[in-house]
């Protein structure tokens, strides 16, 4: 079974700052990784998709990297606003089961 | 296009009650699947389609039923709900094994 594990669970950073958060998966058998934001009370909107075959993904301030043989993900949020507090969601994707971590519960202090 | 419409967004149970979830999807995609959301346990997957008339069990399944009968629907029952099922429920679909998923807005369930 695919086991997802997100560090750290929550954290605090003032505006201006990057975001690195880290997502880690246990089997390596995976088609793709996909990484979501989630406002409170709301539903998941995909930020990037990275393949399994790619190292990085990249869309405006936003830069996800998939190492696939040692199970890790890292998300890069640059210069970090207050509009980007929100839960951040991994989840990995194989064999027609999408797998996702608890998350990463970002607060930016403006 | 709307994407994964999910109805309805609010829904209070008693238990014992039956109810259907509605998932419908407009982009052609094969695969269907729920989730639920709990406090500290993540997302959960219940049960999956990878299309018509073919359905198969998630992780957490028991208490749920689904059909397939179209690509685009895929509605989850609850035969008798229990304060246990009490969560928010997520539609999601997909177009191929290696595509993204897109994800409906959520029903949040409350049994009582």
């Known amino acids: 079974k695919q086991e997802v594990t997100q560090i750290p669970a929550a954290l605090s950073v003032p505006e201006g700052e990057n975001l690195v958060l880290n997502c880690s998966f246990t089997?390596?058998?995976?088609?793709?990784l996909q990484w979501f934001r989630q406002d409170p009370g709301k539903g998941l909107t995909s930020l990037l998709l990275?393949?399994?075959?790619?190292r990085e993904q990249t869309s405006g301030r936003l830069n996800a990297s998939l190492d696939k043989s040692s199970g890790r993900s890292t998300l890069y949020i640059a210069a970090s606003q207050p509009g980007d507090s929100a839960t951040y969601l991994c989840a990995v994707n194989g064999n027609n089961r999408l797998a996702f971590g608890k998350g990463n519960q970002v607060v930016v202090i403006p | 296009n709307a994407g994964v419409t999910q109805t309805p967004k609010f829904q209070v149970l008693k238990t014992g009650q039956s109810m259907t979830l509605q998932c419908a999807q407009d982009?052609?995609?094969?695969?269907m699947s729920w989730y639920r959301q709990d406090p500290g346990m993540g997302l959960r997957l219940i049960h999956y389609s990878v299309g018509a008339g073919i359905t198969d069990q998630g992780e957490v399944p028991n208490g749920y039923n689904v059909s397939r009968s179209t690509t685009e629907d895929f509605p989850l029952r609850l035969l008798s709900a229990a304060p246990s099922q009490t969560s928010v429920y997520f539609c999601a679909s997909r177009q191929q094994g290696a595509d993204g998923y897109t994800f409906g807005s959520g029903t949040r369930l409350t049994v009582v």
């Open positions: 089997d390596s058998a995976i088609y793709n």
């Open positions: 982009m052609n995609h094969e695969y």
């Open positions: 990275i393949q399994s075959s790619q």
